[in-house]
């Protein structure tokens, strides 16, 4: 999953090549046209797009989960920092560890029960 900055079959095409098996969701310019071949996972949005709104090929594609993820990383530097503290990467890992489960474990207590009325 990508920024629409990535758009593109060369860099659709690189992470094909690195990785055969997985879907590329990146959401083409509103100006993209399809490839002459027409065949690809590029094209393939594109059509959707097209056909159904972009909109639509969000949730078809868990594009729109994105902002979560983007929410999350937000949060985390946020109250850890946009660094770590330890110096070498089995620390690094550690420090991570321990910053993620302190972040799971304040979102869980401050999140509200909602219901639907």
């Not at 046209?33 to 065949?39: E, F, I, N, T, V």
């Not at 420090?95 to 999140?111: D, F, P, Q, Y």
Request: aromatic share 6%.
């Amino acid at each position: 999953m990508g920024d629409g900055a990535y758009d593109g079959e060369p860099v659709s095409q690189a992470v094909l090549n690195h990785q055969p098996n997985v879907q590329v969701v990146i959401p083409p310019h509103k100006t993209a046209l399809l490839s002459a071949a027409g065949d690809t996972q590029r094209d393939r949005h594109i059509q959707v797009i097209a056909q159904q709104g972009r909109l639509a090929w969000q949730r078809i594609t868990g594009y729109n989960l994105r902002n979560y993820a983007e929410l999350a990383m937000q949060r985390y530097k946020r109250i850890f920092g946009n660094t770590m503290k330890a110096r070498a990467l089995p620390q690094q890992n550690t420090e991570a560890w321990i910053s993620v489960s302190a972040l799971n474990r304040m979102t869980s207590l401050g999140m509200p029960v909602s219901v639907k009325v």
